[in-house]
Nanobody
Framework: QLRLVESGGGLVQPGGSLRLSCIVFGYILDDHAIAWFRQAPGKEREGVSCISNKGGTTKYADSVKGRFTISRDNAKSTVYLQMNGLKPEDTAVYYC???????????????????WGQGTQVTVSE
């Protein structure tokens, strides 16, 4: 049974940093790309970042480029999202999801991702 579990969320002041982790159970992690999404209250879920199966390709939404870094350690079945320079508009529930294919697509269509974690709350506030 495939399961993704996020952790690392919390409350942080503007300009601060957090590192999110996504551990994947029951799954051959290096067969699939992994993406991070986020959903703020009253807004649609949006793709934040993606990393290909071996980590050779990474993609970022324009809103987080230069501030967020995605990485993966397949030996630990874990994908990370390092978030620096956090802004209040980064406040959301963050989810990791497993793509059906090993590469990052040109978009973040949620229908392409079969497995999702339960989410971890990130709040950026004074």
């Amino acid at each position: 049974q495939l399961r993704l579990v996020e952790s690392g969320g919390g409350l942080v002041q503007p300009g601060g940093s957090l590192r999110l982790s996504c551990i994947v159970f029951g799954y051959i992690l290096d067969d699939h790309a992994i993406a991070w999404f986020r959903q703020a209250p009253g807004k649609e879920r949006e793709g934040v970042s993606c990393i290909s199966n071996k980590g050779g390709t990474t993609k970022y939404a324009d809103s987080v480029k230069g501030r967020f870094t995605i990485s993966r350690d397949n030996a630990k079945s874990t994908v990370y999202l390092q978030m620096n320079g956090l802004k209040p508009e980064d406040t959301a529930v963050y989810y990791c999801a497993a793509d059906r294919v090993p590469w990052c697509g040109n978009d973040y269509d949620p229908n392409r991702f079969d497995y999702w974690g339960q989410g971890t709350q990130v709040t950026v506030s004074e």
